[in-house]
């Protein structure tokens, strides 16, 4: 069993940078790829970033590249996501999920989930 909890949403204006972070206990976090997903009010949980168990490998959803940059430390069983030139269209609450295998990309495939932190992008 994996519990993770995120940290580090909130509001910030068009164009500025927010650092989520997602703590994890439980099972060894270095064994698990780790990823971020965001939903909008009305809309589906998406894909925002994902790094392999060992940090070497990251990938990231179109609409995020160049902007956001996920990260890990093993040593302190921590996943961060530094958000910059943040948009509106960037609003959600934000999901930190672990898994073992399969596609980085489809919720179907992670095991565990946070309980989500908002971040809001205002005008």
């Known amino acids: 069993q994996v519990q993770l909890v995120e940290s580090g949403g909130g509001l910030v204006q068009a164009g500025g940078s927010l650092r989520l972070s997602c703590a994890a206990s439980?099972?060894?976090?270095?064994?698990?790829?780790m990823g971020w997903f965001r939903q909008a009010p009305g809309k589906e949980r998406e894909f925002v970033a994902a790094?392999?168990?060992?940090?070497?490998?990251?990938y990231y959803a179109d609409s995020v590249k160049g902007r956001f940059t996920i990260s890990r430390d093993n040593a302190k069983n921590t996943v961060s996501l530094q958000m910059s030139s943040l948009k509106q269209e960037d609003t959600a609450v934000y999901f930190c999920?672990?898994?073992?295998?399969?596609?980085?990309?489809?919720?179907?495939?992670?095991?565990?989930w946070g309980q989500g932190t908002q971040v809001t992008v205002s005008s």
């Open positions: 439980g099972r060894t976090f270095s064994m698990l790829a």
């Open positions: 999920a672990a898994r073992s295998s399969g596609n980085y990309a489809y919720t179907g495939n992670y095991d565990y």
């Open positions: 790094i392999n168990w060992s940090g070497d490998n990251t």
